[in-house]
């Protein structure tokens, strides 16, 4: 299942979040993809404030951590960023096997290789214009029937 969805603005790319956020659950992986700049931490960020329902929440960027975690939410969550890591192994020494047990927003999700799991939701976000973007969401495994929902 595939939708493909205009998203004008920032706003806009919120209010994709706060349709992801409330189908999340333990277990599941989202993969954000796109080139720098596309959106993949703004929609991160919405979807945590989201869970938090705090659109204040502090919700640093995981570029130098290369992971954040969020445990108060529900699912507990874990933001990685995979940018600067050259092998698959890296990831299993970041915490990927817990990580698995919560839920995980990936960004610069290739990096995972074969790590990557059968059941996931696919978000690819392409800059449409200076604030507009185009995501496409491609639901694979358990998340091909909770995208019909959308």
């Known amino acids: 299942m595939t ?20 189908h999340l659950r333990a277990g599941d992986v ?9 959106g993949k931490t703004a929609l991160a960020r919405a979807i945590i404030r989201h869970l938090a329902g705090d659109p204040a929440e502090e919700v640093p ?3 130098f951590t290369l992971v954040q975690t969020y445990d108060h939410l529900s ?12 092998d698959p192994g890296e990831v299993v020494e970041l915490g990927w096997e817990e990580a698995r047990e919560s ?13 990557m ?30 995208l019909e929902g959308f």
Do not use: K, M, N, Q
């Not at 839920?103 to 790590?115: K, N």
């Not at 059968?118 to 639901?139: C, K, M, N, Q, W």
């Open 3 to 22: 939708l493909t969805l205009s998203l004008p603005d920032e706003a806009a790319t919120a209010a994709l979040a706060t349709r992801i956020a409330p």
């Open 61 to 63: 960027s995981p570029t």
């Open 75 to 86: 699912p507990p969550l874990w933001h990685f960023d995979l940018y600067r890591l050259t």
């Open 30 to 38: 989202v993969t954000l993809r796109g080139d720098l700049g596309a």
């Open 103 to 115: 839920c995980a927003l990936v960004e610069w999700p290739e990096r995972l290789g074969s790590l």
């Open 117 to 146: 799991p059968r059941d996931r939701l696919d978000v690819e976000l392409t800059l449409d214009g200076p604030t507009a973007r185009r995501a496409v969401l491609t639901g694979h495994g358990a998340w091909a029937l909770r």
